[in-house]
């Protein structure tokens, strides 16, 4: 008879691990990307994420790029706002961490908000921090920019994270679909080419081309559905000023 006929069946559904068999398996932290279209909640979920971490007790690191605020904060369209640490592309985020601990202070997690904005090597740091001292990452951002071409950063977290986690809050098109591509706009016209990043101006929520003249070009972003981004159909509405603002 086959050994295998002579085992007890209920063994591989067993819950109980073998003795000393937990060892083999080494703590890691976790890296997750949660990412979605222009006010979909992204932001809202980071500090949600934070609140619910901070209530076990568990000590946070907040960072942030390019904030629609113009401050070092993760703000939330719903108005809630946490201050941050602002990331330039040079920071080495793993001395960030190190620096908490020459305080003498905890770092369990790390939350970074618009984290479309990291470089693929700060990204590569983040998954250090997670694999090598347990240190649970959540990165929240954009997937691709306005001419529908994956960040740099986002794509290497779709290459490198744990998980990869949608963020379900519905975001529409003026048609009543589904929306998911962040249309830049121009004088009414959506534009395919230029800067992945424009300066912000806060004071009107909009953001502004700069020319090498003193005109300046105000310039909005709108979520459209793969259709009519592709035929630049901003709708009846086109006259509207600045449906969204990608920040």
Known sequence: MPPFLTDDPTDALS?????????????????????????????????QVDHNQGRQGRKGLLL????????????????????AIEVHTGVDLRDLVRARWACGTRVDYVIVDEAQFLTP?????????ADDVQVDVYCFGIATDFRSRLFPGSQRLFEVADELEPVQVDVLCWCGLPARFNARVRDGEVVRAGDTVLVAD????????????????????QVLCR???RLGDLGPNVASHGQLQLT
Do not use: N, W
Not at 22 to 28: I, Q, Y
Not at 64 to 76: A, E, F
């Open 121 to 129: 090597e700060q990204v590569d740091q983040l998954a250090e921090l």
């Open 15 to 47: 819950s109980v691990p073998a003795a000393g068999s937990r060892r083999a398996v080494p703590v890691v932290g976790h890296l997750r990307f949660y990412y979605g279209p222009m006010d979909c909640g992204k932001s809202t979920l980071a500090l």
């Open 64 to 83: 942030v790029h390019l904030d629609r605020s113009g401050k070092p904060q993760i703000t939330s369209r719903i108005g809630i706002t946490r201050t």
């Open 202 to 221: 806060t004071d009107t929520d909009t953001e502004r081309d700069l020319p090498s003249s003193s005109e300046m070009t105000t310039v909005r972003y």
């Open 227 to 229: 259709r009519h981004f």
